[in-house]
């Protein structure tokens, strides 16, 4: 099976977004497909071509054995909006500059398109499944424009909104399947009334088999003092990491939080916690690799969303559970759901920091028995409910049904 999955993210960029494209793509490597993927020069979530990278329109590259086919944007982490959707219309536009590979095109079995953005997931679906005919599968990771209403980012019944709306009709109404990162996506879906073929991919984490069947490993970090947590991913308008900080002193706590990654909150909180002295530490931006063995080395993670979206489930919730780190959730919808009914950690409403203060409190002061067996519970998830390699296998044979 040969398979292009198009995406606006991927490594070596670092986030959320470029992590689940990446294990997506190696993960069905891993059960035997070619994969190639078509992206942009990278450039997140610095807003600027990484080196080794620019002063260039394409680049074609090989990593992990995926061919990953690079072409220029408009590279920005400015809060403009503007400025943000002509990145997005730059490849937008360069989708269509290698449709110009006509005998590639012509070998794919399927194309899997990453919405949101929506104005590429438009572009791709016209080229792939209008023009080409090909198999296209719509891979929805975010319901915009519901979650930029949510986020106070678009006023309902805009125009912004009414085109967004559009879009989102289009993408759902041309693919020949989709697949939602969480139930709540993949019903909405449905809503419209196309009942199409359906995958529910959640974004895990793959892992060594031999990391998940050792459980003694819950027997480390027992020892919270000081209780030291962690928070890796985008520091962005939906998480609101710079309101969490100025809202709790985790200095007062006795309590480290370690902040890792960028986005356009990362300067203003650098330079609140350089002014403050509030017990945060920031590392800025590292790459998936050292992310990975950083976590293991702390006691929690702190999950936060500012708002409640719908659909939204953080794949920081799924990149811990290998680890076997504990989740202090702060938030709602399928997020909570899956924190509560697995006991992977404690839960707090979104923007609710004294909830979330006393939590963090809770999990420093609890039993060491207490807290061993939320550690349990996060190893046991990712080898079974939450296995990446059982999920690949199935999402395999889900291509090629189609």
């Given at each position: 099976m040969n398979v292009l999955i198009v995406s606006f993210y991927y490594p070596p960029e670092m986030g959320a977004a470029p992590s689940r494209i990446s294990n997506m793509?190696?993960?069905?490597?891993?059960?035997g497909s070619d994969v190639d993927v078509l992206t942009c020069l990278p450039n997140y979530p610095k807003g600027r071509i990484f080196d080794g990278y620019r002063h260039r329109f394409s680049k074609r590259e090989t990593l992990n054995g995926i061919n990953v086919f690079r072409y220029w944007t408009y590279a920005t982490?400015?809060?403009?909006?503007?400025?943000?959707?002509l990145g997005m219309l730059v490849f937008a536009v360069d989708i269509w500059v290698f449709g110009l590979k006509f005998r590639r095109i012509r070998s794919y079995d399927h194309v899997i398109i990453q919405s949101p953005p929506l104005p590429i997931g438009c572009s791709a679906m016209l080229l792939f499944r209008c023009l080409y005919r090909k198999s296209t599968v719509l891979n929805v990771s975010d319901l915009w424009p519901t979650s930029a209403v949510e986020l106070g980012a678009v006023k309902e019944g805009s125009t912004n909104y009414k085109v967004l709306k559009w879009m989102e009709n289009f993408v759902y109404k041309k693919a020949s399947a989709y697949q939602g990162q969480s139930k709540e996506i993949v019903d909405h879906i449905e809503q419209f009334g196309y009942h199409k073929p359906h995958f529910l991919y959640r974004n895990l984490q793959p892992a060594a088999d031999e990391e998940l069947s050792n459980f003694a490993a819950a027997d480390t970090l027992v020892e919270r003092k000081p209780l030291r947590l962690v928070y890796a991913g985008l520091l962005g308008v939906a998480q609101d990491i710079l309101g969490l900080v100025k809202a709790i002193d985790f200095k007062a706590l006795g309590v480290e939080l370690h902040i890792y990654g960028g986005g356009n909150q990362a300067e203003d909180i650098e330079e609140y916690v350089k002014i403050h002295d509030?017990?945060?530490?920031?590392?800025?931006?590292?790459?998936?690799v050292e992310i990975n063995k950083a976590l293991g080395i702390y006691h929690a993670s702190i999950v936060p969303l500012a708002v409640t979206i719908k659909g939204a489930v953080p794949s920081k919730i799924f990149d811990l559970l290998p680890h076997g780190t504990p989740i202090i959730f702060c938030g709602g919808g399928e997020g909570e759901i899956i924190v509560n009914d697995y006991r992977l950690g404690l839960v707090s409403p979104p923007g609710d920091y004294k909830h979330l203060t006393e939590n963090i409190c809770l999990l420093k002061n609890m039993s060491d028995d207490d807290y061993r067996q939320f550690r349990v519970n996060c190893l046991k998830a990712a080898k079974g409910e939450f296995s990446f390699t059982e999920q690949m296998k199935q999402y395999y044979l889900f291509l090629k049904k189609l």
């Open positions: 793509a190696e993960g069905l490597l891993a059960q982490v400015s809060k403009n909006a503007v400025a943000r959707l509030c017990g945060v530490t920031c590392h800025g931006y590292k790459t998936k």
